[in-house]
C-alpha cells in the first residue's frame, strides 16, 4: 500500500488519532487540560513498537460440553456400543484415523486435515474431581484451577498480565479479542491487571445496528469538556475503544478471502478473526464460540450439524490462512466445559460427563492422536476417567507455542505433550 | 470540588426551598439505584423528612434466605454424619461435593439477591446493606458456605439502623467474618492479629487512630471464639487470654466485647462511617476532615444510630450540593440494577447471563477482591470493563437467545415465566405508544428521568435528528428508537448518578 494514500476522515489507530488531533485542532490539543497519561505517553513514544513474536491463539470453545465419543469413535470397542445402542456410530461409517478411532462421519474437513499433518487430536482430556455443571465447569477450564478451587483469573488474563506488562498503556490496540460468545468477554481474559480487549458480533447487534451504535455514541462523547470531571474522563475512555472498533469494522469490511467459510455466526467470526490476523494487529489471543453442544435428546441430528460446522469452519480457516501465508503464525485449539456420559439416555441422548477429545490446528502442529484413548469397561451411568490434564494442554501451549513460562500462569507445575 | 460550606452547618437539614425534582432524583438515585419520574414526583410532594423516613423506615424489607441456601444448612449437618463414619478417601468425596453444592447455592442466592435488590420497595434498604457489606467485607472465596454468607448479610440486615456498636459486637460473632478473618484460629498462646487489625483498620476507625499495640493487645482479648460443625459460633474459655491488656491507654481484663466498646469512645469512630458513605454514595473526591469530624461528632452523641446518621447524611445541605450532582460513577451492581429498574424488566435466572456481565464489568457480588472492598469510582472504568457495561445493555435490546440455553437454565426460565417474571428483555411493544409521536417528543420520551445530570440540548438534538432522518419504510423508526436508547444506555452519561 503507497504510504500516502488519503486517509479517510475518521482516525483508525490512535497514531492516526493523534495526528489528525494535531492538525485539525481536535481532540488532544482541545483537552490539554485533561490529558491521561495515556495519551501524554503515546504522544512521547511515537516511535514504531518493535515487531514481536508473532505466534496467534485462536481458542474455539465448543459451549454446552461437546459429546466426545461420538466426535472421535472407538469404532473398535464393544463396550462404545454396548453403552450406546442407539446413538452409536456404525464402525463403516467413520472417518478413521487409527485402527482403533475415527471422526463422526460429518467431519470431512477435519479427516483431510488430519491426513495433511495439520490437526493433532488430544485425547481423553479433562480434571480431576470433575465438575458436570456448565457454568461451574467452564469456569474451571476458563480460570485453569482445580476443581475445588474457585479461581478469580482467566489463564489468558494471566498470560498477558505475564507478557504483555512491558506494552505502553497508550497502544490501545487489543492484545485479546473475542467474537461469537453468548455474553461478553470470557472469563478466560481476566487479568490482575485490564487488558487491552475487543469483543465481535455475537448475538449483538448487526453489522448496521452496530454502526450506527458507534456513531451515536461517537456524537455523545465527542467535544471532550476539558475538565477533571467525571464525565470527560468517561469520555475519553469511551473515545478510545470507538477508535479500535472503527479501525476493527474497517479492517472486516475491507477483508477479501480465500475460503469459503460456512455461511453461519460463527463461520463468519472465523472469518473475521483471519481478517484481524492478515491485518497485522497485535492480538495475541482470539476466542471464537460455537453454542449448543448440550445434546439430552436427539443427539445424532443437533450433533451432526454442529460438528460440520466445526469441521467445515476449521478446514476454511486454514486454508485461508495458508493462502494469506498466516498459517505459520496461527494454532488453533479447541475446548469443551466436558464431555458427555459413555451410555446414552432414554432421549437417544447423552447428559453431562467428564474428558473429551480437544483438536489443535495448524502448519506447526505434530499432527495425530496424542494421549490415550478412555476406558469403556465402565457400567452404565458411570462416567469415565480423563489421561491428559487440561492444564497440561494449556502448558504446551503457553511453553511452545507461546514461549512463555507456563507455571506462573497455570499456578502450578504441568508436563507439556508433544502436539507442538 | 470547591465546598462552600461551614463544617458547623454542611449537615443541616435542606432548607423545604431547595427540595425539589432535581434534588429528588438526586437523593433516590444515590441512595437507590436509579430515580424513576413517577418515584421523583412521589418524594418532591410528600417531602424531604417524609421520603427520607420512607427510604429509612423502622421497618425493614427482609431478605429472605433462599431455599437452596437454606438446604444447605441441613446439608452441613448431614456431612458432619456422613464424614464419621467415612474413610480418607469418602471423606475427600463428601467434602467435595458439598461444596459443590454451596457453590451453586450462592449463586444462586445471588440471583435472588438481584432479584430483591431491583425491587422498588427493598432497592434503598438493599444498597445500605450492600455498603455495610463493604466495611464488614466477607468473600465467598475464603468462606465457602453459602448458608454463612446469607447468616452474614441476615446479621448486617438485622443491625442495618441500630446504634454502629451493636453491629460490629453482632459482626464479631458472625461465623463468616470468623473464619474469613480467621479469628477461630486465634489462640491464646498466639493470637492472630487479622481480625483485631481489620476491625481498627478497616471497620470502625480507619488508619492512624490506633497503633501497632493497640492492635497486638486487642487480639489478646479477642480470643476464646471458635466455630463448631464449620459454622457454629461457640466460645472456648481456654484458649481466652485473661491476663490484664492494656488498650487506647485504658487497662482491664478485657474480652472481644470489651475492645468494640472501648473502640466506640474514640472519637475517630464517629467520622469514620460518614468517610466510608462520602466513599460509597458520594464522590471520589474525599472532602475535608473538618465535615466528617463535624458529622462523626453528632453522630457520637446520638448514641451512634445508624439510622440517624443515614437520614441526617441523605438529607443535609452538603449531600444535595450542587458540585456532587450527577458526577459519580455508578458500581457495576448500580448500572446492572438502575438498568432493571429504568427498562422495568426482570432478572433473567440464568446465572451466567447475570454473573459474567457483572464479572466482566467488575464486582461481583458475595465476593469482593479482599478485605478493603470495592474501591469504586474511576476504578471500575477501563475499556474492558466500560466495553461489559455497553454489551450488557446491548444483550437488554436483543431478543434473548433461547436457544442458546442449556437444558436446566430453560427449566429455570420456564419458572420465572409461570410466575410472571419472564420480562428479561425490551419487547418492541414498549415502544409503541411513542413511535408516532414527533422526533422531538420522542427523544424527550427517552430520555426524560435516564441521565443524572440535565440533558444537554447538544445530545437532545444528536437523538433526534437519527430519528427524524429514519427512511420511510416499515420498521425503521422503532429500530431507530431502539438504537437510541441502546446508545443512550451505552453513554458516557448514563455511567454518572
Known sequence: MATNTPQS??????????????????????????????????????????????????????????????????????????????????????????????FNPVCGGMHNLFKDGKLAVIQNVGYPNPNRSHFRSTEIWETASDSDRVGATGWIGRYLDNACSGTPEGDHDPVAIHANTLNGAPESFIGENPHATFGLGGYGPN??????????????????????????????????????????????????????????????????????????LPTRVYFVTLNGFDTHYNQIATQSRLLTELSNGLAAFQKDLE?????????????????????????????????????????????????????LNIPKNQDITFSTDFRSVYATVLEKWLENPSEAVLGGKFSTLGFV | MALTLAPETAWSRLPDSQW?????????????????????????????????????????????????????????????????????????????????KSRNAIVDMTIHWMRYAARPDSAVFAKWILFLSDIYVVGYEKVQRAPMIYKHFDIISRYAFAPAPLLTKAISRSPAMIQYLDLNQSQKKAPNENFARE????????????????????????????LRKGSELYYQPNQHDTGLKTIFGETGNFNGDDVIRLTYKQRAAGAFVPHEMVKFYLSDTMIDKSYLYSLGDQWRAQGYSLQWLAKTFFGSTLFFDPSFRGEFIKSPIQYYLGLVQDLNLDIIPVPRLVINPLRQMGQVLFDPPNVRGWVGGRNWI????????????????????EAGLNEDEKLDVAAARAQGRGIFTVENSRFQSIL??????????????????????????????????????????????????????????????
Do not use: C
Open chain 1, 9 to 102: 476522515s475518521i482516525p483508525t489507530t490512535r497514531r492516526e488519532f493523534l495526528r489528525s488531533s494535531a492538525t485539525k485542532g481536535i481532540g488532544l490539543l482541545a483537552f490539554s487540560q485533561f490529558a491521561p497519561s495515556f495519551l501524554v505517553n503515546s504522544t512521547l513514544a511515537q516511535a514504531p513498537k518493535a515487531e514481536k513474536d508473532r505466534s496467534i491463539l485462536v481458542l474455539i470453545q465448543l459451549a454446552g460440553g461437546n459429546d466426545g465419543l461420538n466426535t472421535l469413535v472407538p469404532f473398535q470397542n464393544d463396550d462404545y456400543y454396548r453403552l450406546r445402542p442407539n446413538i452409536g456410530i456404525a464402525k463403516d461409517k467413520v472417518l478413521r484415523l487409527s485402527d482403533t478411532e475415527g
Open chain 1, 207 to 280: 453489522r448496521k445496528d452496530a454502526e450506527e451504535t458507534r456513531r451515536l455514541l461517537e456524537t455523545l462523547s465527542g467535544s471532550p469538556s476539558g475538565d477533571h470531571s467525571s464525565e470527560s474522563f468517561l469520555k475519553h475512555t469511551l473515545m478510545d475503544s470507538l477508535v479500535t472498533e472503527t479501525k476493527v469494522q474497517k479492517v472486516i469490511n475491507g477483508y477479501r478471502t480465500q475460503a469459503n467459510y460456512p455461511t453461519t455466526p460463527f463461520g463468519n467470526s472465523l472469518k473475521n478473526v483471519a481478517s484481524l490476523i492478515a491485518a497485522n
Open chain 1, 323 to 375: 493462502a494469506h501465508k498466516l498459517d505459520n503464525q496461527v494454532l488453533t485449539m479447541t475446548f469443551s466445559e466436558f464431555g458427555r456420559r459413555a451410555s446414552e439416555n432414554e432421549s437417544k441422548g447423552t447428559d453431562h460427563g467428564t474428558a473429551s477429545p480437544l483438536f489443535v490446528m495448524g502448519s506447526k502442529v505434530k499432527a495425530g492422536l496424542h494421549g490415550t484413548a478412555p476406558l
Open chain 2, 20 to 100: 425539589n425534582q432535581d434534588a429528588a432524583r438526586h437523593l433516590l438515585r444515590r441512595a437507590g439505584w436509579t430515580a424513576l419520574p413517577g418515584d421523583v414526583e412521589r418524594a418532591t410532594k410528600e417531602g424531604l423528612s417524609a421520603t427520607l423516613d420512607r427510604l429509612f423506615p423502622d421497618t425493614v424489607p427482609v431478605f429472605n434466605q433462599p431455599r437452596q441456601t437454606a438446604h444447605m444448612v441441613t446439608e452441613a449437618e448431614e456431612l458432619q454424619e456422613k464424614v464419621q463414619a467415612a474413610n480418607e478417601e469418602d471423606k475427600r468425596l463428601l467434602y467435595r461435593e458439598f461444596q459443590q
Open chain 2, 199 to 226: 476491625l481498627f483498620e478497616l471497620f470502625t476507625l480507619g488508619e492512624g487512630n490506633y497503633t501497632e499495640k493497640d492492635i497486638k493487645e486487642a487480639a489478646r482479648a479477642l480470643t476464646g471464639y471458635r
Open chain 2, 382 to 401: 477501563n475499556s474492558s470493563s466500560l466495553a461489559a457495561r455497553r454489551s450488557l445493555a446491548e444483550s437488554l435490546f436483543a431478543p434473548f437467545y
Open chain 2, 436 to 497: 408516532s409521536l414527533s422526533p422531538e417528543e420522542i427523544t424527550q420520551k427517552l430520555t426524560t428521568g435516564l441521565l443524572a445530570q440535565s440533558t444537554s440540548p447538544a445530545l437532545k438534538e444528536s437523538i433526534t435528528n437519527y430519528i427524524a432522518s429514519a427512511e420511510n419504510v416499515p420498521g425503521e423508526r422503532l429500530r431507530r428508537v431502539k438504537r437510541s436508547m441502546v446508545s443512550l444506555i451505552s453513554s458516557p452519561q448514563y455511567q454518572l448518578t
